[in-house]
């Protein structure tokens, strides 16, 4: 038997599948369809039985496998146990035979589950990276398109080639690394590694490279109320520092980068350069703005919650994503040099010294700019399916806004304008999406079976109505008609998943903000960006003023209240020492958006506790987030990178 040789070919897999699908599908004869594909004809009888018991074949399977896919692109994706769930809402709904253990368990058997991934293979199972709501929904066409219009301009009105064009964001760095994966006993339930600390002191990195692969030396910011020198000793070449009680950058330490960037960078009026950064409010003082108008800087900010995908830095396949990988290796090296010995953030800046220019090279910096879409720039870098995360909460734009902003983008002139094709982009991109899904033949739902659509699921939950101009997917049209329809009374009725499970789709957003300005891209050394901030900042003023003068009820220099805005020494006694002491804590504290201390919150200021590292923050400054769910924009940016 070891030398025997088969006398007759096996039948490959994908052959038996098209010639099931000419029996189950097409009605036709299994011994035809048998002789048609030489197969056996007991064969193809006993594979057609096996397929046919499942139910989830042809346009059954194919519906909650469209389903799925775009639920995954919406960022609202399903578990194993509520795929099992639908796949036995779905077979109960089209009177597809289920065994017992579905309905006594009110979903589909772990088997189904894993021959439908076996069926499908281009699915699988996914660890999805966690992305904030705000990032989901802010990512949409319209600010994309926006952002792109003012890079347009900018490159009009200076014609600034790539050195000329810089990205600026701040990134942490931490005494305790995560560690890395190992190698030890297999079978094992627990596997350890040593770390500094439970939770690691802060230092925030302040980086700005160009889209020519340069990169200007770092900027520190310790978590020390006085800044030495000897700080940054051990540090990359050129590099500085500075310090505050938080670590975090403030509008002050902003200025001081700023010059530090226009030294290194060598900018003038007549040689300007673009610096694009976020719109973080350390990075929005009026001080800054003149100081860059002085020296030749163009400041374009980006959309709000837009970073993970407009920021070159922040990209994965950019700066931060190695360097974090690069510096928590080191770490790892570091504590095994020094066995017992803890690190202190003195000890940070030499660890960034030996892994930013294994991150910073040329090839990752331009790499970065290259897929945000800035150099060489490409409006068209991002796909429809990467906008599909903002159909949740897609509404239809009043007339007035759209009125008044063309209105303001005729105030500010033709200069450096697009195009009349790039300025109707916007609109011509809202249909793109309709035209990308699949034809007929693809879905097998003709136009006439779309029109037949009838009302279902009426006791269910009935997805809200659609504006105009949002994506169409797939399954709203998954409703057909077997060929016989045309006989009244014997009509069949498929419904699809998201008939049963239909779309997120977001209500009317309730005006719930007090008082916070929401932030949208532009150039903000611009005139009027810049009254607007000199506005704003006149307003804190007054509004700081009349909360002191409130609070004491007696009067003080406006200027100092200006300056300092502390309270005002108390006379000390035994009782208020001993609060002083108690609640050092507190007085410590810094919000992680504004860094204003906790001791001067007015009376009633809400805070609220971020969920990974457990640091406070106005709830103002949040933007309304949900206070169970906040994460701080520096661990969702860490987040977004650690994957």
Known sequence: MRTYKRKTQRVSEETFRAACVEVLENNRSLRIVADEFNINFMTLQRYCKKVKDDGFTGCNGRRPLNYLIECSKMYFCLSTKEVRRLGYEFAIKNNIRVHDGWRENKMASADWLSAFLKRHPHLSLRTPEATSLSRATSFNKENVNNFFDLIFEVMARY???????????????????????????????????????ERGTLVTLALAVSASGNAIPPMFVFPRQNYRNHFVANGPPGCIGTANKSGWMIQEHFIIFLKHFIKHSRCTKERPVLLILDNHDSHLSLEGIELCGENGVIILSLPPHCSHKLQPLDRSASVYGPFK??????????????????????DIPGLVRDALPLATTPNNIQSGFRVSGIWPLNRLIFTDDEFLTSAVTDRPNPNVGNEE???DKGKNGDVGRPTGREENFADATRQEIMNDHPSESATGISAEEEQSKPSILERHQTPPPKPPGSPVLIEDSDVSKPSGSGLSGHSKTHYSPSDLRPF?????????????????????????????????????????????????????DLSTAIATDKKPNRKKNKRAKYEETDDSSDEDTFCLICSEPYCNSRPGEKWIRCTTCRQWAHEECTDGMNPLFFQCPNCDSDDDLSD
């Open 504 to 556: 997120p789709k977001a209500t009317k957003r309730l005006n719930t903000r007090k008082g916070l300005k929401k932030r949208k891209t532009a150039i903000l050394t611009d005139t009027p960006n810049k009254n607007e901030l000199q506005e704003e900042q006149e307003k804190r003023n007054a509004k700081k003023i009349k909360q002191i003068l409130k609070s004491k009820g007696t009067k003080r």
């Open 159 to 197: 014609n600034f080639e790539c050195q000329d064009i810089y990205n600026m964001d701040e990134t942490r760095v931490t005494t305790v690394q995560r560690p890395e994966k190992i190698v030890a006993r297999k079978g094992v339930k627990q596997v350890g590694s040593v770390t500094f600390a």
């Open 325 to 346: 990988k690069y510096v928590n290796s080191m770490s790892d090296a570091w504590m095994r040099s020094n066995p017992g010995k803890t690190m202190s953030i003195y």
């Open 405 to 407: 902003r063309d209105g």
